[in-house]
């Protein structure tokens, strides 16, 4: 009796899978400084490694994190998948300061330099300096009916960069409410189309009201308001635009 439960144990452990295997792990230790030096309090830290596995949680599976960086500015990544190449990325959006990484190509900033270290399974790599970008700007879209100036509910936006070799890399399009708010590049001028999903609205297409320019620039730590107001297919009134800025 004894042998045939041992011999049915072993043939259930034969079907089961085996455990998925678990990435070797090293630290990253370093400080968060403003692009003048000065140490930056609650930036969120991450990492990426060359192995392809980003060191966030976005897929949920445990060796993926992020931190914060402390009163001055240290931070400390535990589970940092080991690879040849580990480059650590900072932001805090509260102050302006975007996140600059891989996914974000539109806010790609040229001559960035981002720390790059090599991680060995096991080891602390200390004395890691992320200087954070200067500070972006803002922009808040308000889309209305220019009639009856009640908010467009349902609208598709388009910000594609001026210097976009490839639409497809350097736009960003979003599908949502009528009140949108986004950090914008600041080496660049900003194409900005917004286009109703009701069908009963003309397209809008950004024009500086004082130069006339078709590309928006960002103000470098300012929010400005853009108040959009879509015309009725067929109507006669003229769009108006104003742009405000949110201190």
Request: hydrophobic share 30%; glycine share 8%; with cysteine.
């Amino acid at each position: 009796m004894l042998m045939t439960l041992l011999l049915l144990w072993f043939v259930e452990r034969a079907h089961q899978p085996l455990p998925s295997a678990t990435p070797n792990f090293g630290r990253i230790q370093g400080t968060v400084v403003d692009p003048g030096g000065k140490p930056v309090e609650g930036a969120y830290v991450y990492a990426v490694s060359d192995t392809g596995e980003r060191d966030r949680p976005q897929t949920g599976r445990m060796y993926e994190e992020v931190t914060t960086s402390g009163t001055d500015g240290e931070f400390l990544l535990n589970r940092v998948i080991a690879a040849e190449r580990v480059r650590i990325f900072a932001s805090k959006p509260s102050d302006y300061y975007e996140d600059v990484g891989d996914s974000f190509i539109f806010h790609n900033r040229k001559h960035l330099k981002i720390p790059e270290v090599r991680v060995n399974p096991g080891q602390k790599v200390t004395g890691v300096r992320v200087q954070l970008a200067r500070k972006a700007g803002k922009l808040h879209l308000s889309v209305r009916d220019a009639d009856t100036k009640e908010l467009v509910h349902g609208v598709f936006i388009q910000w594609c960069r001026k210097d976009d070799p490839d639409p497809p890399k350097y736009c960003i399009n979003w599908s949502g409410p009528s009140e949108d708010e986004r950090t914008m590049p600041l080496e660049v001028g900003v194409s900005i189309h917004v286009e109703a999903d009701d069908g009963q609205h003309e397209k809008w297409e950004y024009r500086d009201p004082k130069t006339g320019s078709r590309y928006f620039r960002a103000r470098s730590g300012k929010t400005e308001t853009v108040h959009v107001y879509l015309r009725k297919m067929g109507a006669s009134s003229s769009q108006r635009l104003e742009v405000l800025p949110r201190l």
